[in-house]
């Protein structure tokens, strides 16, 4: 994922990179130093990786992870809570850990639109993350009708097939090109 984001950095492309990583790697003894290595050999600022790691994964071994979670933190690396509202302990994880962002699940934002229980833990959830300075992405949106609510809601990002389907590196690549022929006033397809 980083030798990608290298590539796509000295094409012009700026993005941030967001890795789904295990209790396992979070705990092992090397990570971190194994994060910050592959960063400076690939001469990327830390803010451009965001590791993603479920609430689940942080019961395994809470301390161990806590602990390596922080160091990368000191380093400039975001951290995300994917899956949010599934795992036991989420609010536990808000406080003692330094995150960047939630990511809510897809089980509360696809019922968005028509159930009033998932509206309010939406909300609820945005509410609480943006009082402790996080960012909210919404996972799993489809239409334009859940979208519509997540911005009323004042959730940051969305993400979902309502956007496209998971593209490759080469189709993201190109897509990203005809994005700014378009928005640049210079398309021609």
Same mark, same amino acid.
């Given at each position: 994922?980083?030798?990608?984001?290298?590539?796509?950095?000295?094409?012009?492309?700026?993005?941030?990179?967001?890795?789904?990583?295990?209790?396992?790697?979070?705990?092992?003894?090397?990570?971190?130093?194994?994060?910050?290595?592959?960063?400076?050999?690939?001469?990327?600022?830390?803010?451009?990786?965001?590791?993603?790691?479920?609430?689940?994964? +942080?019961?395994?071994?809470?301390?161990?992870?806590?602990?390596?979670?922080?160091?990368?933190?000191?380093?400039?690396?975001?951290?995300?809570?994917?899956?949010?509202?599934?795992?036991?302990?989420?609010?536990?994880?808000?406080?003692?850990?330094?995150?960047?962002?939630?990511?809510?699940?897809?089980?509360?934002?696809?019922?968005?639109?028509?159930?009033?229980?998932?509206?309010?833990?939406?909300?609820?959830?945005?509410?609480?993350?943006?009082?402790?300075? +996080?960012?909210?992405?919404a996972e799993g949106v489809e239409?334009?009708?859940?979208?519509? +609510?997540?911005?009323?809601?004042?959730?940051?990002?969305?993400?979902?097939?309502?956007?496209?389907?998971?593209?490759?590196?080469?189709?993201?690549?190109?897509?990203?090109?005809?994005?700014?022929?378009?928005?640049?006033?210079?398309?021609?397809?």
């Amino acid at each position: 994922a980083l030798a990608q984001c290298a590539l796509w950095r000295t094409a012009g492309i700026e993005v941030q990179v967001a890795v789904n990583v295990s209790a396992r790697d979070v705990t092992s003894s090397d990570f971190t130093t194994f994060v910050v290595e592959r960063l400076r050999h690939h001469g990327l600022p830390a803010d451009q990786l965001t590791i993603e790691i479920t609430e689940t994964a +942080m019961v395994q071994e809470p301390h161990a992870a806590r602990q390596c979670l922080q160091i990368l933190d000191r380093f400039g690396v975001k951290l995300s809570i994917d899956d949010f509202g599934t795992g036991f302990s989420s609010l536990t994880y808000l406080r003692e850990l330094p995150v960047d962002a939630v990511k809510i699940d897809r089980s509360f934002v696809a019922p968005l639109v028509h159930d009033s229980s998932a509206q309010v833990i939406v909300k609820s959830t945005i509410d609480l993350a943006h009082s402790l300075s +996080m960012r909210v992405i919404a996972e799993g949106v489809e239409d334009a009708e859940t979208l519509q +609510m997540l911005r009323a809601l004042s959730c940051d990002y969305a993400q979902g097939y309502y956007f496209g389907k998971p593209l490759s590196a080469h189709e993201f690549t190109q897509w990203v090109e005809h994005q700014s022929r378009r928005f640049l006033g210079n398309a021609t397809d």
